[in-house]
């Protein structure tokens, strides 16, 4: 796939709109995690130090098409030390911008027609500028206003953190070093049927984790307790069981749980079998012979996609055993050498940077949904449109 990209762009004196994906996490006014800031701002350096006039639209949670202040940008803003334009269809700022300004709009969904791809706000949106540049990979799998809608209307290419995005994922889905060994988890397998699907088969073995292997252990007659999963998807699990036998892809499910009585980061932790779950015991974390055996795995691969964490990992120490335990052994193999790693999740990346070995994995993408849906091999609407062709 080869894009449209802003490498050899004379944009000075240009007014660029630029897509970032800012949807991150704000506790008290503060940011909590800025991954998805930093990695924009190769881009934004880029096009500011080439003369161009940035202006940003982004989006953070969902206000549902309101103008609710509790999801505006001016925290992200602050941030970055930039000026925050109130309303993403103003342009009267335009005429104040001179060449390396940056600003950054106000959230784009406050206005429920970035969501429909309406055409009049594609149009009011794109409206005041020269050429438009998608970064935002979190969201290129959406055919919104702020991703495809003004990019049918002008000039659009793919930013540096984009383009780096679909060169690693490509590059791990088309010519891996194997073994390859992909890691599965989160909560449904409604939801990751076609990714499942894709990687039993691309790889040598597929992991599945979490409440996602929890569903596949019941379809299989394990006692689960009163665990989260999906009993609707018996049939299902074991379909996706014999479609990656018949491909040749060795699937591992969990052998083992971290239980309690409560679903509470404060719960009595007790380590069993699927045998000894009780009808009142609630999974929450892989358990301790089944995370032994995964990074057994992790240590004879050469390449690791992972997506989804294996158990409450946010709730430090005693849940996120299982989590912290793989993020640890991928990172020890990447450093030295042995391995190539690709990991994608909002929760999976979080899990990364509480244990401090974000920057040891090969590539981190910042995709979630969209990571998944390029795993799958969908065609993603937001980046299709800037394709060379």
Not at 31 to 48: C, G, K, N, V, Y
Not at 319 to 335: C, D, K, M, V
Request: aromatic share 8%.
């Amino acid at each position: 796939m080869k894009l449209r990209t802003i490498e050899n762009l004379d944009v000075r004196g240009k007014y660029v709109l630029l897509r970032d994906d800012f949807n991150v996490q704000i506790v008290d006014g503060k940011i909590t995690d800025a991954f998805r800031i930093e990695q924009s701002m190769p881009t934004i350096d880029f096009l500011r130090r080439a003369g161009a006039r940035v202006v940003i639209v982004s989006h953070r949670g969902r206000p549902k098409g309101e103008r609710n202040m509790d999801f505006s940008l001016q925290p992200i803003a602050d941030y970055m030390n930039v000026k925050l334009i109130p309303d993403c269809l103003d342009k009267d700022f335009l005429a104040d911008m001179r060449d390396g300004d940056v600003v950054l709009l106000e959230n784009v969904r406050f206005y429920g027609a970035d969501e429909k791809n309406d055409p009049a706000f594609s149009a009011d949106l794109a409206r005041g500028y020269d050429l438009f540049v998608n970064d935002a990979f979190a969201v290129s799998h959406r055919a919104h206003a702020s991703t495809v809608g003004v990019a049918e209307i002008l000039p659009s290419y793919a930013g540096l953190l984009l383009a780096s995005e679909i060169e690693n994922l490509s590059q791990v889905m088309e010519n891996p070093k194997r073994p390859l060994l992909s890691i599965v988890a989160g909560s449904k397998v409604s939801t990751k049927i076609g990714v499942l699907k894709a990687l039993a088969k691309l790889s040598d073995t597929l992991i599945i984790g979490g409440a996602l292997g929890t569903t596949f252990n019941y379809a299989q007659g394990a006692k689960v307790g009163n665990s989260l999963f999906e009993a609707d998807q018996k049939e299902t699990a074991l379909e996706i069981l014999d479609f990656a036998k018949n491909n040749n892809c060795r699937v591992l499910l969990p052998l083992d749980k971290g239980v309690a009585k409560e679903f509470k980061a404060d719960a009595v932790r007790v380590n069993k079998g699927f045998a000894e779950i009780e009808d009142d015991d609630v999974i929450i974390d892989a358990g301790l012979e089944t995370t032994e055996r995964d990074v057994a795995e992790i240590r004879k691969a050469e390449t690791v996609i992972w997506n989804g964490t294996v158990g409450m990992a946010e709730w430090q120490p005693v849940w996120s055993y299982g989590s912290f335990a793989l993020a640890n052994a991928i990172a020890e193999q990447t450093r030295a050498g042995k391995l190539v790693s690709v990991i994608g999740g909002g929760d999976t990346v979080a899990a990364l940077e509480a244990c401090g070995v974000k920057g040891d994995i090969t590539y981190v993408s910042t995709g979630g949904g969209a990571f998944l849906e390029f795993v799958e091999g969908r065609a993603l609407p937001a980046i299709a449109i800037l394709e060379d062709k």
